[in-house]
């Protein structure tokens, strides 16, 4: 393998890093942890490579450079995509830690091994017999490459572990399929050691791949474990059913829930930390299915509470006129959108803003998504009659200044609220409609006067997640104009850009062009004009027209000025963004 000193000096050569840079890194290899590969070394001298983008040499910059250098295929290591049960039977741990290397991808005819010693391949020959395989040796981040050892390994030996030592199984599973079996359907135990293992490796490795959800659903003979990563689902892992009963169960003892009631959808949470100390919660959820309960535990970013406006995604203006109406001391304000578009995060924003220690901020949550000490929080209780209006009528007598409801679904909730702002309270809730303009007609429908509506609405945000695009990998290409014209309409306030950015694929996105999320917004401000046109009668369309002229920006024109500043892509917005009809 080369040393240290020789990377450094490829890199000068190279022009990868400047004569400074040099310099001053041969000081701190000096210093550098001997425990560490010389890749290892290299990266954690944070060096900027000498490019346009101005890139941080890290560990997978310098691996692919160094097999550049050695003439060695470079891997870019995918956890998402590796079958750990195959990886681990093509040798065993003792001979995977003595040689350096983990199987990555096994295949008919070959097998590709990571290694941390591309210069040392004694063994290559040796595998090859007992695998009667060829093997390709394959040059990959040396930092996962150990950690994925101890952690692809401890999986095997737990899921073993869980098969060895199973217990007879409850006879209420749910399965509507079961297939008989003489011996008995066996199912591991909840509390045993390896399926705790399992639990909390799920836990470590969904955190680690910064998924939103975690999925468990059981099939006849397997259970498939899925991570929902910015909004898309990844296929994970597959459990033998009886241990996938086993880790749902693990998760129910986690939350609290009924470990003995497998016929009805249960709820709970749980609270853990991640790889960095950082506290999480999880909201955990089962649903009886055909064969078995399944499972999602949703993980809400600790940091949720720790951002501000701008980065969520809101433009300037949208901000600024935002933050005017959460503001008023009276009225109502909503939050809309399908389930999953972000107003989870854009209200506990909103509230963190508000709650000072000269007010008294209180909520009905159904569930309490995430516990903020500024907030006094209330959860729904149904078997106890505790819903979201007397919930209200409730808090209305603990003197509070502002009144968050986790959402208006029927005409009492509705009522409620609207008496909570007349009575001088200010109300935030979230509501289920495509736009912000349906909002105000939803109200009607369920039964809200129009002249409540006109007396205490202040303003309706409606709110989508889009992809943004890969920072590393994006290129820039000529705007489609029939496209743009289908995005932004006959709005001219979004001047057509001469280029826009496109996805491409490179390592850190999974090759999917995209990393992480921001919010497109639609603010409707409730104006005099608009004040005037709510009745009984009114016209989504005529609505929708006003609030353009009172100057609304619909969700694709929002989407617009994020796709004019290279942030993401006209099909991103038009894949979930409505189109207005005006």
């Known amino acids: 393998m080369l040393s240290t000193f020789q990377i450094l000096d490829s890199l000068k050569k190279d022009d990868w890093i400047t004569d400074e840079q040099f310099q001053a890194a041969r000081v701190h290899v000096r210093q550098a942890d001997l425990n560490l590969t010389p890749i290892e070394q290299v990266a954690s001298l944070s060096l900027t490579w000498n490019n346009n983008r101005k890139q941080i040499l890290d560990e997978e910059l310098v691996s692919k450079y160094v097999a550049q250098l050695l003439n060695i295929k470079y891997y870019k290591i995918d956890p998402l995509k590796i079958d750990v049960d195959s990886v681990t039977r093509v040798m065993s741990l003792a001979y995977a830690e003595r040689h350096k290397i983990l199987a990555m991808e096994v295949h008919d005819d070959d097998i590709i091994i990571a290694v941390?010693?591309?210069?040392?391949?004694?063994?290559?020959?040796?595998?090859?017999?007992?695998?009667?395989?060829?093997?390709?040796?394959?040059?990959?981040?040396?930092?996962?490459?150990?950690?994925?050892?101890?952690?692809?390994?401890?999986?095997?030996?737990?899921?073993?572990?869980?098969?060895?030592?199973?217990?007879?199984?409850?006879?209420?599973?749910?399965?509507?399929?079961?297939?008989?079996?003489?011996?008995?359907?066996?199912?591991?135990?909840?509390?045993?050691?390896?399926?705790?293992?399992?639990?909390?490796?799920?836990?470590?490795?969904?955190?680690?791949?910064?998924?939103?959800?975690?999925?468990?659903?059981?099939?006849?003979?397997?259970?498939?474990?899925?991570?929902?990563?910015?909004?898309?689902?990844?296929?994970?892992?597959?459990?033998?059913?009886?241990?996938?009963?086993?880790?749902?169960?693990?998760?129910?003892?986690?939350?609290?829930?009924?470990?003995?009631?497998?016929?009805?959808?249960?709820?709970?949470?749980?609270?853990?930390?991640?790889?960095?100390?950082?506290?999480?919660?999880?909201?955990?959820?089962?649903?009886?299915?055909?064969?078995?309960e399944k499972f999602v535990g949703r993980i809400f970013d600790p940091t949720v509470l720790d951002r501000d406006f701008s980065q969520l995604g809101l433009e300037a203006e949208t901000e600024h006129l935002w933050r005017e109406l959460i503001s008023n001391p009276t009225g109502i304000v909503l939050l809309t959108g399908p389930t999953g578009s972000g107003k989870t995060t854009t209200l506990y924003t909103s509230l963190d803003m508000l709650a000072t220690s000269e007010v008294n901020v209180c909520t009905i949550e159904d569930p309490i998504e995430m516990v903020d000490p500024k907030l006094n929080q209330m959860q729904v209780h149904h078997d106890i009659d505790l819903d979201f209006a007397s919930g209200v009528r409730a808090l209305l007598r603990q003197d509070p200044d502002i009144i968050m409801i986790g959402e208006i679904r029927d005409r009492e909730?509705?009522?409620?609220?609207?008496?909570?702002?007349?009575?001088?309270?200010?109300?935030?809730?979230?509501?289920?409609?495509?736009?912000?303009?349906?909002?105000?007609?939803?109200?009607?429908?369920?039964?809200?006067?129009?002249?409540?509506?006109?007396?205490?609405?202040?303003?309706?945000?409606?709110?989508?997640?889009?992809?943004?695009?890969?920072?590393?990998?994006?290129?820039?290409?000529?705007?489609?104009?029939?496209?743009?014209?289908?995005?932004?309409?006959?709005?001219?306030?979004?001047?057509?850009?001469?280029?826009?950015?496109?996805?491409?694929?490179?390592?850190?996105?999974?090759?999917?062009?995209?990393?992480?999320?921001?919010g497109i917004y639609e603010l409707l401000q409730v104006t005099d004009d608009l004040k005037s046109m709510i009745s009984?009668?009114?016209?989504?369309?005529?609505?929708?027209?006003?609030?353009?002229?009172?100057?609304?920006?619909?969700?694709?024109?929002?989407?617009?000025?994020?796709?004019?500043?290279?942030?993401?892509?006209?099909?991103?917005?038009?894949?979930?963004?409505?189109?207005a009809s005006l």
């Not at 990844?234 to 009631?261: C, N, W």
């Open 116 to 292: 941390l010693e591309p210069e040392d391949l004694k063994w290559v020959q040796g595998l090859e017999q007992t695998s009667r395989k060829r093997i390709t040796p394959v040059l990959a981040n040396p930092a996962l490459i150990k950690r994925y050892q101890k952690e692809f390994y401890q999986l095997s030996a737990s899921i073993k572990g869980a098969n060895k030592t199973k217990l007879q199984a409850d006879n209420t599973v749910g399965n509507l399929e079961q297939l008989i079996e003489l011996k008995g359907t066996e199912e591991a135990d909840a509390n045993d050691q390896h399926v705790v293992q399992i639990v909390d490796w799920l836990l470590q490795y969904a955190f680690k791949q910064r998924a939103s959800d975690i999925h468990i659903e059981p099939r006849r003979e397997i259970g498939k474990v899925r991570f929902r990563i910015d909004g898309v689902l990844h296929e994970v892992y597959q459990l033998p059913i009886s241990i996938t009963h086993a880790v749902v169960s693990r998760f129910k003892i986690l939350g609290r829930m009924d470990l003995a009631e497998r016929r009805k959808p249960l709820d709970g949470r749980v609270k853990t930390k991640n790889p960095d100390g950082m506290e999480i919660e999880l909201r955990l959820s089962t649903l009886p299915t055909a064969f078995g």
């Open 413 to 518: 909730t509705a009522h409620m609220a609207v008496q909570a702002a007349l009575t001088g309270h200010l109300v935030v809730s979230t509501l289920h409609t495509n736009d912000a303009p349906s909002a105000m007609t939803r109200l009607m429908e369920i039964g809200v006067e129009p002249y409540l509506l006109n007396a205490t609405m202040l303003g309706v945000m409606a709110q989508r997640l889009v992809r943004t695009l890969c920072e590393r990998c994006k290129e820039p290409n000529q705007v489609d104009l029939v496209a743009w014209k289908s995005l932004i309409g006959d709005n001219q306030k979004v001047p057509t850009p001469e280029t826009v950015y496109e996805p491409v694929g490179c390592d850190y996105c999974r090759n999917t062009g995209y990393q992480g999320r921001q």
């Open 536 to 579: 009984e009668n009114t016209d989504l369309r005529e609505i929708r027209q006003q609030n353009i002229k009172d100057g609304m920006n619909l969700l694709r024109v929002s989407g617009a000025f994020k796709v004019a500043k290279g942030i993401t892509t006209i099909e991103e917005v038009l894949r979930v963004a409505p189109k």
